[in-house]
C-alpha cells in the first residue's frame, strides 16, 4: 500500500510565496506568479501548510523589515483565493488577524486564535493574556 500523489494539487514552499510576494528575482517571481495565476483560475489547486505561513511571516518580518500589518493583509488575501487550501483556515485566519495588532511572534499568535477552540495551556504571559483579551471579546 503506497501513497498516492493527489495530482491536481502542489504544495508550496516559503520561497515560491516570497517570490511571488516581493517579486525581487527575475528568474522565479515569474514562475512563481504562474503558480499563483494556475490558481486563481482554478487550473490547480495550492496547499499551504500552516508552518510555511509562519515562515513567510518571519522572513517578511525579520530579513524584509515589513510591517505586521502589510503581512498580515497580504497572507489573508492569499487565504481568500479560493484554491488554496491549508489546515484549519479560520484558525489561521484569526491568528493573522492578532498578529497585526499585538506583539506577539506569529507562533504565540496561532496559539492564542487556537484557544477559541481548544483549551491553551502556556507559561508565556503575552500568550495568555492574549488568550484573555480574545475570549473577552467573543
Not at 481568500?80 to 492578532?98: F, N, Y
Amino acid at each position: 500500500m503506497g501513497l498516492q500523489k493527489e495530482r491536481q494539487t502542489i504544495i508550496l514552499d516559503a520561497n515560491v510565496i516570497l517570490r511571488y510576494l516581493l517579486q525581487d528575482n527575475a528568474k522565479l517571481y515569474p514562475q512563481a506568479e504562474e503558480i499563483f495565476n494556475k490558481s486563481l483560475l482554478g487550473d490547480i489547486k495550492l496547499f499551504i501548510p500552516i508552518f510555511v505561513f509562519a515562515e513567510v511571516v518571519y522572513v517578511l518580518q525579520k530579513v524584509y523589515k515589513v510591517d505586521r500589518p502589510t503581512i498580515s493583509e497580504v497572507l489573508s488575501e492569499i487565504l481568500e483565493i479560493k484554491s488554496v487550501k491549508t489546515e484549519d483556515k479560520d484558525i489561521l485566519r484569526k491568528a493573522l488577524e492578532i498578529y497585526a495588532s499585538k506583539n506577539l511572534d506569529f507562533a504565540d499568535c496561532l496559539l492564542c486564535a487556537y484557544s477559541l477552540r481548544f483549551e491553551v495551556v502556556s507559561f508565556d504571559e503575552g500568550v495568555n493574556k492574549c488568550i484573555k483579551s480574545l475570549k473577552q471579546t467573543q
